[in-house]
């Protein structure tokens, strides 16, 4: 069964692997997977954070790819209805799913292969789009201590831009202007 296991997350291992993850933290990643599939409906009931909640092995930015690694395997799944063939994903067909939501206004389309090299298939991007909801729990809590507000600010701040909300931090020179004269 360890050699089926292993085959089917070789796509998984792949992406991580793309991403520069030591293999100490793929197979803390693996560890819990049977399949692609439990990834990727742990991340829709976002609960990757609570099953990879061992910071020293998975600090948060990394489980942000984790949860981006979850969403490219639903899109792929949706596109192809099978999970094989993930490994033959590049960079650049990564990036372009990272910037879906990015500042790339038109995306190009993924070309992913399929298993047979003859036959090649295409994965649409979504136009970039704001979230309708945000879970809280995407982002990091502040404990207080001054010591660790650089680290907060920075996970907080890339979250947000993550998001693509990084322009609601940004100051506005006319708030005050607008908070006088908007009644509402």
């Known amino acids: 069964m360890a050699a089926t296991r292993s085959n089917k997350n070789k796509g998984i291992k792949h992406l991580l692997t793309m991403n520069h993850f030591s293999q100490d933290t793929i197979d803390y990643v693996l560890a819990g997977l049977n399949e692609p599939e439990d990834l990727v ?43 094989d063939g993930i490994e033959t994903i590049n960079e650049a067909q990564w990036k372009t799913h990272i910037n879906r939501r990015g500042n790339v206004e038109n995306a190009p389309m993924m070309t992913a292969g399929t ?14 789009k704001r979230p309708l909801s945000i879970k809280l ?17 920075t996970e907080f701040t890339s979250t947000a831009s993550i ?14 202007t607008q908070l006088l004269s908007d009644s509402t």
């Open 41 to 83: 409906v742990m991340n829709n009931f976002g609960e990757i954070d609570n099953f990879y909640s061992d910071e020293t092995k998975l600090p948060m930015m990394k489980r942000l790819i984790v949860k981006e690694v979850a969403m490219l395997l639903e899109h792929y799944y949706i596109s192809h209805n099978t999970y």
């Open 115 to 128: 298993h047979t090299s003859t036959v090649h298939t295409q994965m649409t991007v979504d136009p970039p």
């Open 137 to 153: 729990a995407d982002f990091p809590s502040f404990n207080g201590k001054m010591s660790q507000w650089l680290t907060f600010h």
């Open 163 to 176: 998001y693509q909300m990084g322009d609601l931090l940004k100051e506005n020179p006319a708030h005050k």
